[in-house]
C-alpha cells in the first residue's frame, strides 16, 4: 500500500501539470509584481530602481486607495449584514415549501445570479437613470417622489447602489449555499421541535441557525473574498466617480497601471492588495473559528 | 379539521411570501425583456412598463446579426466545457496525489495552491499580459483557458480535497490487493465517489468563466475568440444610442446561462449540498 | 521536490522576465513576409464597436472594399470602447506588441507614449499632398518633421438644439447666458430638459468646463498655461468665476437630473427622443440627422449653434476645436507597408471625405467643400458654417495636453467642477496639484 502511494513518479505525474499552471498564471506574475513595484516602470522608458518609494508614496500619502480600502469594508459589511439575513430566511423557507414549488423557486431566485456582470451592470446603470429609469419611475408612482434620486452621482447614493447591486447579484448564490446548509440538518431534528411545538421563530434560533454555523462561516469569508476583489461592477457603471467615493482597490489598482501608466505603482497596490486580501482571511478564519469552538 | 385549515392557510401564506421575493427578484430582468421588444422612444415615456404591441423582434434580429450572438455563444461553450473538464481533472489528480499519496512538501504544496483561493485575479492582469506575450499566446483561446484554469483550479482542489479524505481508505487498500495502481485507483475508486464534488466543481468555474470580463478584454483581442460579455460591450459606449437593440443583446446573452442552470440545477444543488455538508 | 519547484519558479521568472523587457518581441525577422499575392491578414485596433451604424460602419465599408480589390488581405479587427481602448493600448504599448494598424488620437496625453517608444511607422508626406488635408489638420501627427498618422475628423464642440422645441415656445436660439438661462427657465417649465449632458465618462465634461472658461474669458491661452504652470488656477479670476457660473447654471437644473452619470447614449437619447432641448457635444454626433431609427420629426429639426458666451469678456464664435482621432501604423508591424497602402486607401478623399459627407456621418479632417451639395441635413449646413465663422480655435483640450495620470485625475476634477460637487476653490487647488504632479513628470 505505501508503497503505491509514495511512487514518486507517479506523484510527479499527478502534481506537475497543476502546479506548472499555478507558477505560470498566478505564482510568476505575484512575483513579477514584487519586482516591478519597486521600480518606476511606465511601459516605455527605461525602468529605475526606486525602493520603497511607491509604497511608502501608496501608505503615506494616498488618500484614494484608504478610501478604496474604506469601501471594501462597507461592501463587505453589506453583504453580511443585509444580504445574509435575507437569504437565510429565504433559504429557510424555500426549503420548507417541499415538492415542486421547492425547486421552482430555488430556480427562480438563483436566476439573476447568472446573468453576466457586463449585462447587470448595464442593466442598472439604465435603471437607476434619475430620468427615465424604472427605480425612480416606481418611487413616483408610489407617491415617494421625495426619495428620487440622482443615484449615481451622490457621493453616498451611489455606493449605496452599488452595494444594493452586489446585494442583488450575490442574493441567488448566498441564498443556494444557506439552502444547501439547511438541507444538511438532520429532518428528524427540525420534525422532534415543530412536534414539541416549537415556534417559527424559534425554530429558527435554536435549532437551525447553531447547525448552519459552519456554513454561516464559509459565506461570511466568500462575502469578504467578494468584497475585496470587486471590480468589474464598479469599471462598468461609475469607474469611480464622483470623485473617488465608489473606488474599489481593484479598480484603482487597474486605473493606476492602465490608464495612468503607473506600472511601478500599480504593482506596489497590487502587492499591498495580495498581503491584505492574505490578511483578511486569516482574520476571518481567526475569529470564526473561535466562534465555532465556543 | 382546524388544524387542517391552519396548515393550509400557512402553506399558501409561505408560497405567496416566496413569490413575492421570487418577483422582486426577477423583476429587473422582466423588465429587461419587456423593453427589449419595445422600441427606443418607449424606454424615454413614462410608463413603468409596457405591453409590447406588436412586439419588436427586429430589436432580437439586429441583436443575433449585427452582435454576431452565435460566434460569442459558441466561443464561451468552447472555453468554458475546456476549462472545466481540466479544472476536475486535474483538481482530482492534485487532491489525490496531496491529501493521500506520501511524499515530503504535500503539506506545503496544498497550502500554496489553496492560497490561490485568495489571489485577486486583477493583480495578475498586467504581469500575465507580457507573460503571455512572451510565450506568444496572447489572442488565443489558450490565453484565456490557462488563467480560467489557474484560478478555478484552487477552488477545485479545496472542494475536491474534502471529499476525497472521506473516502474509507479500505476501498484503496482492497483495490491495491487486487493489484491496483495509482491511476486505476483513482479511477475505480476516486472518481466514482466523487462525483457530487465534481459537479460542484463544474458549478463554480462554469460561473467563474461564463462571465469573465476582464481577463478577456485584456488577454484576447478578435471576434473570432472573444466571449459573450462582448455581444454586449459592442452594443455600448460613444456612437451608440440604440438602446432597445442593446437591452436585447443583454436578455439573449443570459438566456444560455439560464437554460444550462435549468437543466443542471438538480445536480448543481446537490454539489453544491453535498459540498457544504462536507464542510 | 521543493528543489523542482524551486527551479522551475526560476526557469518560469527568466522566461517571462526577458519577454517583458520586449526587446525580443519576434517582429523583425523576415519583412519580405508580405508578398503581393501572399494571403496576408492586417491587425486592425479600433475604437469603433459598433460596426453596423456611424463611423464603425464607414471603417466597415472601406475595409470590405479593400478586401474585394485585394483578395489577398483580410482584417482582423479589435474593437473597444474609447475608455477600455486607451487602456488596452497602453498595454501594448508596454509589451511592445502593437497591432499592425490602429486608430491613433493625436492629442498629446495619447499619442506622447506612443512616440516615445518610437511605435509608429512615419508617412511620407508627400503622399498625401492630393488629399486634400485642411491646412494645419497633420500638425499633431507630426514630429520632428515626420508625419506619423493622419486624421480622420475635425473635431468641435457644439451646442445641438431641437428647433421644434424652441418654435413651440417661440424661443430664439439663445446668443448669450441671460438668453440661455431664460430658454431653461421657459422649457424648465414645460417639462422639458433644457439641455442633456453625458458625464459618465467625464471628458464631455472636461470639454465643456474648458469652453465654459473659454466663453467666459475670452482667452483661449489661459488654461494651457496653468496647466504649462506659468500661472496658477488657483486664485484666477476668470476661473473662478467660470466655475461659479457654471455651478449656478447646474443648480438650476440646466442639464439633466444626475447627468454626472448619465452614459454617452442615455445623454443622446434624452435630445433624440425630444425630452431634452439642447445637447452638448461634439461635431462627431452630426449623424443624428440621417440616422433613420430616429423619428423623423426630430431629423428635420435638428440643429446645431455655438455654446452662448457667458460674460461680455467670452465671444460666441471662439471655439474648443482639434483635429483628434485618425489613424497610424505600427513601426514594428511586418505588413507596414501593406498597412500604409490601405492607409492611404482609407483616407483617399473620395474613400473617407467623400463617404463620410455624403452619408453625414462626420466632419472630415479633409476638405469636404467639394461634397458640399443641397442634399446636406441642414445640420452639416450648420456645422460647416459654425466652423467657417469660427474666430479662434482652442488645438488640443487642456486635459489631453500633459501626462496621462494629469488627464485622469483632470477629468474627474471637472466632472466635480460642473456637478457642483466640489467648490470652485477646492477644485482649482486640486488642478495646481494635478498640473504640478504632471510637470515633474514630465521633466523626469
Redesign the interface.
Known amino acids: 500500500m505505501s508503497k503505491v502511494l509514495s511512487n514518486k513518479k507517479m506523484i510527479a505525474l499527478l502534481v506537475l501539470p497543476g502546479i506548472i499552471i499555478f507558477c505560470l498564471v498566478i505564482l510568476v506574475p505575484i512575483f513579477m509584481s514584487v519586482f516591478y513595484s519597486v521600480t518606476d516602470y511606465n511601459g516605455i522608458d527605461a525602468m529605475k530602481f526606486v525602493g520603497l518609494t511607491n509604497y511608502k508614496k501608496l501608505i503615506m500619502d494616498d488618500k484614494i486607495m484608504w478610501l478604496s480600502i474604506r469601501n471594501v469594508f462597507i461592501l463587505s459589511a453589506g453583504l453580511i449584514i443585509i444580504q445574509h439575513p435575507l437569504s437565510i430566511v429565504c433559504a429557510i423557507y424555500v426549503d420548507k415549501a417541499g415538492g415542486v414549488w421547492e425547486k421552482i423557486f430555488r430556480v427562480l431566485i438563483f436566476i439573476p445570479s447568472m446573468t453576466s456582470v457586463v449585462v447587470t451592470a448595464k442593466l442598472w446603470m439604465n435603471m437607476l437613470d434619475p430620468t427615465f429609469g424604472l427605480v425612480n419611475k416606481i418611487l413616483k408612482a408610489v407617491g415617494l417622489t421625495s426619495w428620487c434620486q440622482a443615484w449615481m452621482t451622490e457621493t453616498t447614493t451611489a455606493l449605496i447602489a452599488i452595494v444594493l447591486i452586489e446585494i442583488w447579484v450575490g442574493f441567488g448564490w448566498s441564498m443556494l449555499i444557506y439552502y444547501a446548509g439547511v438541507k444538511g440538518i438532520p429532518a428528524d431534528q427540525i420534525d422532534a421541535a415543530r412536534i414539541d411545538g416549537a415556534a417559527d421563530g424559534h425554530l429558527i434560533t435554536k435549532i437551525i441557525l447553531p447547525q448552519l454555523k459552519p456554513i454561516i462561516r464559509i459565506n461570511i469569508t466568500l462575502a469578504i473574498v467578494n468584497a475585496l476583489k470587486m471590480m468589474e461592477t464598479v469599471y462598468l457603471t461609475t469607474n469611480g466617480a464622483p470623485g473617488n467615493a465608489t473606488q474599489f482597490v481593484a479598480n484603482y489598482l487597474y486605473v493606476k497601471a492602465f490608464s495612468d501608466q503607473k506600472y511601478g505603482y500599480a504593482n506596489a497596490i497590487s502587492v499591498v492588495f495580495i498581503v491584505i486580501c492574505l490578511i483578511a482571511n486569516f482574520i476571518t478564519k481567526q475569529i470564526t473559528a473561535e466562534r465555532g469552538e465556543k | 379539521m382546524i388544524a387542517e385549515k391552519k396548515k393550509k392557510w400557512k402553506r399558501a401564506r409561505l408560497l405567496i411570501l416566496l413569490s413575492v421575493v421570487a418577483l422582486l427578484n426577477l423583476f429587473p430582468l422582466v423588465w429587461l425583456l419587456d423593453y427589449s421588444l419595445l422600441s427606443n422612444s418607449d424606454f424615454y415615456g413614462d410608463s413603468i412598463m409596457k405591453l409590447p404591441a406588436p412586439p419588436l423582434w427586429s430589436n432580437y434580429f439586429s441583436a443575433i446579426v449585427d452582435g454576431k450572438f452565435f460566434n460569442y455563444l459558441l466561443n464561451s461553450l468552447f472555453i468554458t466545457g475546456i476549462t472545466i473538464a481540466v479544472v476536475i481533472t486535474l483538481s482530482i489528480c492534485l487532491g489525490y496525489a496531496l491529501i493521500r499519496m506520501k511524499w515530503k512538501g504535500s503539506r506545503f504544496v496544498y497550502t500554496l495552491l489553496i492560497t490561490g483561493i485568495m489571489i485577486p485575479i486583477h493583480t495578475t492582469l498586467l504581469p500575465n499580459f507580457f507573460a503571455f506575450q512572451a510565450y506568444g499566446i496572447l489572442n488565443t483561446r489558450i490565453a484565456l483557458i490557462l488563467p480560467y484554469i489557474a484560478f478555478s483550479m484552487s477552488l477545485g482542489l479545496f472542494i475536491m480535497s474534502g471529499f476525497i479524505e472521506g473516502i474509507p481508505r479500505s476501498l484503496e487498500e482492497a483495490a491495491v490487493m487486487d493489484g491496483c495502481g495509482v491511476l486505476r485507483i483513482i479511477k475505480n475508486v476516486v472518481i466514482p465517489l466523487s462525483k457530487p464534488a465534481a459537479v460542484t466543481v463544474a458549478t463554480m468555474t462554469f460561473f467563474n468563466c461564463w462571465n469573465e470580463f476582464i481577463m478577456a478584454a485584456t488577454y484576447t483581442s478578435s471576434d473570432t475568440i472573444r466571449t459573450l460579455p462582448f455581444a454586449v460591450m459592442n452594443f455600448s459606449g460613444k456612437y451608440t444610442s440604440n438602446y432597445t437593440v442593446q437591452f436585447a443583446v443583454m436578455f439573449l446573452s443570459t438566456v444560455p446561462a439560464i437554460i444550462i442552470f435549468i437543466l443542471f440545477n438538480k445536480q448543481m444543488t446537490k454539489g453544491i449540498i453535498a459540498g457544504a455538508i462536507k464542510e | ?2 528543489k523542482i ?1 524551486a527551479y ?2 526560476v526557469i ?2 527568466v ?6 523587457a520586449g526587446e525580443t ?2 517582429n523583425d525577422n523576415d519583412s519580405q513576409y508580405a508578398k503581393t499575392d501572399e494571403k496576408i491578414t492586417i ?1 486592425f ?1 479600433s ?10 460602419k464607414l471603417e466597415q465599408m472601406i475595409m470590405d472594399n479593400y478586401c474585394k480589390e485585394n483578395p489577398n488581405v483580410t482584417f ?9 481602448f ?3 493600448l ?2 501594448y ?3 511592445n ?1 502593437l ?1 499592425d494598424m490602429l486608430y491613433v488620437n493625436s492629442l498629446p496625453a495619447e499619442i506622447t ?1 506612443l512616440l ?2 518610437n511605435a509608429l511607422a512615419d508617412l511620407s508626406e508627400e503622399d498625401y499632398e492630393n488629399y486634400d488635408f485642411i491646412q494645419g489638420a497633420l500638425d499633431g501627427y507630426k514630429f520632428d518633421g515626420k508625419l506619423y498618422g493622419l486624421p480622420r475628423n475635425t473635431d468641435f464642440m457644439v451646442l445641438y438644439y431641437n428647433q421644434a422645441l424652441f418654435d413651440q415656445y417661440d424661443l430664439d436660439f439663445p446668443t448669450n447666458l441671460e438668453e440661455l438661462k431664460h430658454c431653461s427657465e421657459v422649457f424648465l417649465k414645460n417639462g422639458i ?1 433644457p439641455c442633456s449632458l453625458s ?4 471628458w464631455p465634461l472636461a470639454l465643456y468646463f474648458q469652453e465654459v472658461i473659454l466663453k467666459t474669458s475670452g482667452n483661449q491661452q489661459e488654461i494651457y498655461d496653468a496647466v504649462d504652470r506659468k500661472i496658477q488656477f488657483s486664485g484666477n479670476d476668470n476661473f473662478i468665476k467660470a466655475i461659479e457660473l457654471m455651478q449656478e447654471l447646474t443648480k438650476s437644473n440646466f442639464a ?11 445623454a ?3 435630445f ?2 425630444g ?1 431634452a432641448a439642447m445637447y452638448y457635444m461634439g461635431e ?2 452630426m ?1 443624428m440627422a440621417t440616422d433613420e ?3 423623423e420629426e426630430f431629423r428635420e429639426n435638428v440643429r446645431a449653434g455655438y455654446l452662448p458666451a457667458f460674460t461680455e469678456n467670452g465671444k460666441n464664435t471662439d471655439l474648443v476645436a482639434w483635429y483628434g482621432g485618425g489613424y497610424g501604423v505600427s513601426a514594428n508591424s511586418k505588413l507596414k507597408d501593406e498597412c500604409i497602402k490601405f492607409l492611404n486607401y482609407l483616407m483617399k478623399p473620395e474613400n473617407w471625405a467623400k463617404l463620410s459627407w455624403e452619408n453625414g456621418l462626420n466632419f472630415p479632417a479633409q476638405d469636404a467643400t467639394k461634397y458640399v451639395s443641397d442634399n446636406d441635413s441642414q445640420l452639416q449646413k450648420d456645422l460647416v458654417e459654425i466652423l467657417a465663422n469660427a474666430s479662434s480655435t482652442s488645438g488640443v483640450d487642456f486635459y489631453d495636453s500633459s501626462t ?2 494629469f ?2 485625475a483632470c477629468m ?1 476634477i471637472c ?2 467642477a460642473v ?1 457642483g ?2 467648490s470652485a476653490e477646492e477644485c482649482l487647488a486640486e488642478l495646481d496639484k494635478a498640473a504640478d504632479t504632471a510637470k515633474s513628470d514630465m521633466e523626469k
Open positions: 521536490m521543493k519547484l522551475l519558479l518560469s521568472i522566461f517571462a522576465m526577458t519577454g517583458c518581441a519576434s491587425r485596433f475604437n469603433l464597436p459598433d460596426r453596423s451604424t456611424g463611423q464603425g482582423e479587427v479589435e474593437t473597444l470602447d474609447d475608455v477600455s486607451s487602456q488596452k497602453k498595454a504599448i508596454a509589451s506588441n497591432p507614449p516615445n517608444s430638459i458625464g459618465q465618462e467625464q439633466q437630473e444626475g447627468f454626472a452619470a448619465s452614459e454617452y447614449g442615455a443622446m437619447n434624452l433624440t427622443q425630452k462627431w454626433d449623424g431609427t430616429l423619428p496621462s495620470e488627464m485622469t474627474s466632472q466635480n456637478s460637487n466640489a
